[in-house]
């Protein structure tokens, strides 16, 4: 049972919860353009010692790693992961200052406020809410903040390596992400892995365009070595893709049919009038979070205007993106696409791994998927949507590789419109307040769970 006292400490400090919201959204940290990152970690170490914490700044990273533990009163602990840097935001697409915090009819602007400050800063006034009532954690909490989660947390792997022993816990959450499309908080328990190929045709120089009968240029020869990759309709046509590939799970379905989802608002947000291989409803949903995907990221070779060049064209170069699932591997994947290539005659198309995340997945019926489940209904009364995996990736597949034990659940307090990446991102401050709620709550259902 939730402690009221804690409870009526977080209701009564609503006020200065929004305002220390407001102050880390207006400390820009932007990775890719490495704009305000040590002003923000300076900023943040001050303010979780205001909070009763004692962070350590590891700076075996490209920008410094947060690391801190507040003991509990139960033998149970809890790992929460989280990210201070943001996507850049350009200032001419946006209607309100990106790092302003203004708030317009109940709705906080600015770049993070949903990924991921606003959730961190949720985290952090949970913590204080229970020290500052004079009383301990119910479960051990260890908190970890990265600075290059939007620049792919390459440094990630080293640190969990370095700080293993320290960061060991019974599960891990992340609160990292918005609710489900009819406005239910929303429990996911796993996320696809990704494989990054770059791939590149190459010809000894170019020619003039007239010889295009007899020497097929390096874009023809990418282009044709692309369409033997996926099929017309989605489907991976990689000789033995799916032979490492754990097909959906009838559990796994089921909790996809409960979601109620048809897809109908994103048919028309797309401008189709079908999906991809006439998929629908629970199809549809299990191809976008359940099966492996190969998306086409970005294409370039030859001359177009204004600078054609009539010419054989020489070079070209693609970029495919490979959402994994369990079981692949994004080695794996790399190893079938070479061998299908040269299989199919494209021996010369040279192919990198340039990126590489693995996938997790973690039971519904875990300990903290229903745990958190129990705290989001209790503090936002809308009830619950599980999801069993998210349709894209995250850092968090590297914890399950070097955590195996280590149960894992996600969720988040972004409206379904949040704008993250994009202009005008937003949290409504009533669903932030409710969120620090959810967080102190969880302390406790795990605690007990």
Request: glycine share 8%; net charge negative; with cysteine.
């Amino acid at each position: 049972m939730m402690n009221e006292k804690v409870l009526a400490h977080l209701r009564a400090s609503t006020e200065r919860h929004v305002e220390d919201l407001r102050t880390f959204v207006r400390k820009p940290s932007v990775a890719s353009q490495n704009r305000g990152m040590r002003e923000c970690v300076t900023w943040l170490v001050e303010f979780m010692r205001q909070v009763g914490m004692s962070p350590m700044v590891i700076e075996d990273a490209n920008f410094p790693v947060l690391m801190a533990e507040v003991k509990g009163s139960t033998s149970r602990s809890l790992l929460v992961y989280g990210h201070y840097d943001v996507q850049p935001a350009d200032e001419s697409e946006w209607e309100h200052d990106p790092f302003g915090a203004e708030i317009v009819r109940g709705r906080m602007y600015g770049r993070g406020t949903v990924d991921d400050k606003g959730q961190v800063m949720a985290v952090l006034e949970a913590v204080r809410a229970y020290l500052e009532c004079g009383l301990r954690l119910p479960v051990t909490v260890k908190l970890l903040l990265e600075g290059e989660e939007e620049v792919g947390s390459p440094s990630l792997r080293p640190v969990l390596l370095a700080h293993h022993d320290f960061l060991e816990s019974d599960a891990l959450v992340n609160f990292d992400d918005s609710v489900w499309f009819d406005g239910r908080p929303r429990v996911v328990c796993g996320l696809k892995g990704v494989c990054k190929l770059r791939l590149e045709a190459r010809a000894p120089r170019e020619f003039h365009a007239m010889m295009s009968p007899l020497i097929p240029g390096a874009v023809w020869r990418l282009t044709w070595a692309l369409n033997s990759l996926v099929a017309p309709d989605g489907r991976i046509l990689v000789r033995n893709f799916y032979d490492d590939v754990l097909p959906p799970q009838q559990k796994d379905l089921d909790v996809l049919a409960d979601l109620g989802w048809t897809g109908k608002d994103l048919l028309r947000e797309s401008g189709q009038i079908s999906f991809l291989g006439n998929k629908e409803d629970l199809d549809a949903l299990s191809a976008f979070i359940l099966e492996p995907t190969c998306n086409l990221q970005g294409f370039s070779g030859g001359h177009v205007t204004p600078n054609q060049k009539g010419v054989v064209p020489a070079f070209a170069a693609a970029e495919l993106r490979f959402g994994l699932v369990p079981d692949q591997t994004p080695e794996g994947v790399y190893e079938r696409v070479c061998d299908h290539l040269a299989k199919e005659g494209f021996d010369d198309i040279e192919v990198e791994l340039i990126g590489r995340n693995p996938w997790a997945r973690s039971p519904i019926d875990s300990d903290i998927a229903q745990a958190l489940a129990r705290s989001l209904d209790a503090a936002f009364g809308r009830g619950v949507a599980f999801q069993p995996s998210y349709a894209g990736s995250g850092p968090e597949g590297t914890f399950q590789e070097l955590f195996p034990s280590m149960q894992q659940a996600y969720t988040g307090f972004g409206p379904v419109e949040s704008n993250i990446h994009a202009p005008n991102e937003y949290i409504v401050v009533d669903d932030y307040l409710k969120g620090i709620e959810t967080v102190a709550r969880l302390y406790d259902e795990y605690a007990g769970g």
